[in-house]
């Protein structure tokens, strides 16, 4: 199994970015993915996800508006669409995939939200 993540990078407050997870190794289309956050001193927490069929994705509450969770499953990718992005958003964000009882992540890729 490999999630190798993409995307992450320094962005002013107000900017976008577009995170991308490729997965390969098993069977993307019957896995549950999302996205983690991981900020210094704090414990990793859950940003995104989204179900195998790509419906009905989550989102904390308060991050709904402003992130979005996508995936291809022909390409084995989920992407997860950031805006309006706050210093509060920095953090290493994770590719996360769940199916059975397994669960496997990718290396992280870095989100700075600075001026």
């Known amino acids: 199994v490999q999630l190798v993540e993409s995307g992450g990078g320094l962005v002013q407050p107000g900017g976008s970015l577009r995170l991308s997870c490729i997965a390969s190794g098993f069977t993307f289309s019957s896995s549950l993915m999302s996205w983690y956050r991981e900020a210094p001193g704090q414990e990793r927490e859950l940003v995104a996800q989204?179900?195998?069929?790509?419906?009905?994705?989550y989102y904390p509450h308060s991050l709904e508006g402003r992130f979005t969770i996508s995936r291809d499953n022909g390409k084995a990718t989920v992407n997860l669409q950031m805006n309006s992005l706050k210093p509060e958003d920095t953090a290493v964000y994770y590719c996360?995939?769940?199916?059975?009882?397994?669960?496997?992540w990718g290396q992280g890729t870095q989100v700075t939200v600075s001026s």
């Open positions: 989204i179900t195998p069929a790509g419906v009905s994705p």
């Open positions: 996360n995939a769940a199916f059975g009882i397994s669960s496997y």
